[in-house]
C-alpha cells in the first residue's frame, strides 16, 4: 500500500478511536463506565479532551501510515492534526460554543 492510502486510513482510524473514547459510551456503555472509573484523574482528564486523547491515539497508527523512524514523528503529529480537523468539521461546534450553531438560530440579531 502506497502512504497517501495509509496516511489516510490511519487518520480516519485515529479520529474514530478518539471520537469513540471521548465522546462515545461505547457498546454496552464500557467506555462510559472506564471514563467514569477514571474521574478526575490524569487518564480521566485525557478522556475528557479530543485534541489531547488524539495526541496518544495517534502514535500506534504513526507506526501503520509510515515506515522511517523520521516519518512516523511527522506522521504522528499529522495523524493528531487530521483527527482535530475531522473532529471540527463534524461536531458543528458543539463543544465551543455550547450547541449554538450559527445555521440553526432561531431568530435573527438585531443591528
Known sequence: MKFPFRFGVAA??????????????????????????????????????????SMWVAIPFAFFAAKKPADRVAAWLALSGAACLIEELTSHGTEQTGGYDELLRRETSSV
Open 12 to 53: 480516519l482510524a485515529t479520529w474514530r478511536v478518539t471520537h469513540l473514547l471521548v465522546r462515545e459510551d461505547g457498546p454496552a456503555d464500557a467506555v462510559a463506565r472506564v471514563r467514569e472509573k477514571l474521574g478526575q484523574s490524569q487518564l480521566g482528564a485525557l478522556m475528557d479532551c479530543f485534541y489531547c486523547a
